[in-house]
């Protein structure tokens, strides 16, 4: 019962706009924004997003639950198949599934597959997914399931609606202090969402713009199944972006939160620390 409330803890957290964080990234050759060509750089802005058809991704979370002293007890991994390009704008998720390991180390359990997720489809975007009713069809308790239709919206959000406005090595902030309701869930504060565009690379043999974001000390609030937590968000990560379609060809999401649990029945609360990271990239290239 604790365990898997804490799961339901890690889950909370960003997808309405939040979160993210760095891992290396083989095989990616960034150019030098120091370079003396890099001072007449700029992103091509007033073009939409080129879609010519289906184009399918993989986003694989993990999660890790840990204790005050940061000693990992349980990890569980989420992957999904997300496809965007479908007629009237629509996008659809298959394939989804999660598994379990216990401690920092054991391998993960056998995949369990998420039926109400599959053939799950929508029109993005954040108006939509953040309505009361929109996960009607998802269990009370599919927290991090709903994570995965939040995020995949935040990093085409942010990849591909700023280019109008970043400059090369310049900060731009997004979001300053928005509140998020998350239906079913809790609320999360937005504290101060940064962008900022740090070079050109090549990712899938497309030019790319290269994007940071980050957003740090976001207050949040999760009540689920007589689970309360209070505590922050801190979440950040990177975004390859096509300059000549706007696609995304790569992202890495990362984000901790940091607070006080306090279980159905307990007298006092206990600190919890859970760090969860992801990688989205597409599996066929348009």
């Not at 030098?32 to 080129?50: I, N, Q």
């Not at 993960?108 to 009713?133: I, S, V």
């Not at 269990?139 to 239709?149: F, S, Y």
Request: charged content about 20%; some cysteine.
């Amino acid at each position: 019962m604790q365990i898997r409330t804490v799961f339901l803890v890690a889950a909370t957290f960003l997808g309405a706009c939040a979160v993210l964080w760095v891992t290396p990234i083989v095989g990616a050759q960034t150019l030098s924004a120091r370079s003396t060509s890099a001072e007449g750089w700029v992103l091509p802005a007033g073009t939409a997003v080129k879609d010519s058809g289906p184009r399918t991704y993989r986003f694989v979370v993990d999660y890790n639950n840990a204790n005050g002293r940061g000693e990992i007890f349980q990890r569980q991994r989420f992957t999904g198949e997300y496809t965007r390009g479908l007629p009237s704008g629509e996008v659809m998720w298959k394939n989804v599934t999660a598994a379990t390991a216990n401690g920092p180390t054991e391998p993960f359990g056998p995949a369990q597959k998420r039926d109400f997720m599959e053939g799950f489809r929508y029109r993005n975007g954040f108006d939509e997914t953040m309505k009361p009713e929109f996960f009607k069809s998802f269990p009370p308790t599919a927290v991090m399931e709903r994570n995965l239709v939040w995020d995949t919206g935040m990093i085409e959000l942010f990849g591909q609606n700023y280019f109008d406005h970043l400059k090369l090595n310049e900060p731009y902030q997004i979001l300053s202090n928005q509140d998020i309701n998350m239906p079913g869930v809790g609320t999360f504060r937005n504290h101060d969402v940064v962008l900022r565009w740090v070079g050109r690379s090549r990712r899938n043999g497309e030019d790319c713009a290269l994007i940071d974001y980050e957003a740090f000390l976001n207050p949040v609030e999760i009540a689920v199944g007589g689970m309360t937590l209070k505590g922050r968000s801190d979440y950040w990560g990177e975004i390859w972006v096509s300059l000549a379609t706007r696609q995304i060809e790569y992202g890495t999401l990362n984000e901790m939160v940091v607070g006080e649990m306090k279980l159905a029945g307990q007298d006092a609360p206990q600190i919890i620390n859970v760090f969860r990271n992801g990688t989205f990239e597409p599996v066929a290239t348009k």
